[in-house]
């Protein structure tokens, strides 16, 4: 059964600062994502990794995947407080053709002025 | 991208009675899904909706308790049964796009409040 774990669970940042998150997950899948969750809202996708070696950045984030470590991080550069959030990691474990995600534990981030 | 909303956003319910949540979708999707997240916690998949197909189950949810229609491509509904207090969680559904980019959009969810 595929687990995902992520670390930190929690993790509170002076803003400014640099920090990564990280996500392992057990068996073999090269699709995973990452989504934000503001707290009482629902999930938005921020990045989708789809082959070893990936990484995309989008503002102060930056994700990668290397899927022989099956490892994926969500880099923080320079965090300010609006990244105050939960993330989150998926991982598709399912044969191509149906689609199923295992969330990792999510890791609540506190971006401190 | 896909725009999905879900009624009724909110509600609170008594032991033992059942709520059925509504999933609509602005386009049409192969993909459903629909999931539980429990304060504070993580997302765990109940079930994979189809749209002419039974709903596939994962291990320890079943279809008396979480029974789930799919009439059409765009809608899904969701059904809590004989409800109790640990059945408080926020309910969301998602959807995958036919022909990529192969990530789940989810919905705005449902805060259910057993009581």
């Known amino acids: 059964e595929l687990k995902v774990e992520q670390n930190p669970l929690f993790l509170s940042m002076q803003e400014g600062k640099n920090y990564t998150i990280y996500c392992n997950y057990s068996t073999t899948s090269d699709r995973l994502y990452w989504y934000r969750q503001d707290p009482g809202k629902s999930l938005e996708s921020l990045f989708v990794l789809l082959s070893n070696g990936a990484v995309k950045q989008e503002g102060r984030l930056m994700a990668s995947l290397d899927t022989k470590a099956r490892l994926s991080t969500l880099h923080i550069t320079a965090a300010v407080h609006d990244l105050s959030a939960t993330y989150f990691c998926?991982?598709?474990?399912?044969?191509?053709?149906?689609?199923?995600?295992?969330f990792g534990t999510g890791t609540r981030l506190k971006v401190l002025a | 991208s896909a725009v999905i909303s879900q009624k009724p956003s909110r509600d609170i319910c008594q032991r033992g009675t059942s709520l059925t949540i509504q999933c609509q979708v602005d386009?049409?999707?192969?993909?459903m899904f629909w999931y539980r997240q429990q304060p504070g916690q993580s997302l765990t998949l109940i079930a994979t909706?189809?749209?002419?197909?039974?709903?596939?189950?994962e291990s320890g949810f079943v279809i008396d308790k979480f029974p789930i229609s799919r009439p059409n491509l765009t809608f899904s509904t969701l059904t809590v049964s004989n409800m109790s207090p640990e059945d408080s969680s926020i309910y969301l559904c998602?959807?995958?796009?036919?022909?990529?980019?192969?990530?789940?959009?989810f919905g705005p969810g449902t805060r259910l409040t057993v009581t």
């Open positions: 386009s049409q999707v192969t993909m």
């Open positions: 998602s959807v995958e796009l036919a022909g990529g980019p192969y990530e789940q959009y």
């Open positions: 998926a991982v598709d474990s399912s044969p191509s053709g149906t689609y199923k995600y295992i």
């Open positions: 909706a189809n749209q002419g197909s039974e709903a596939t189950y």
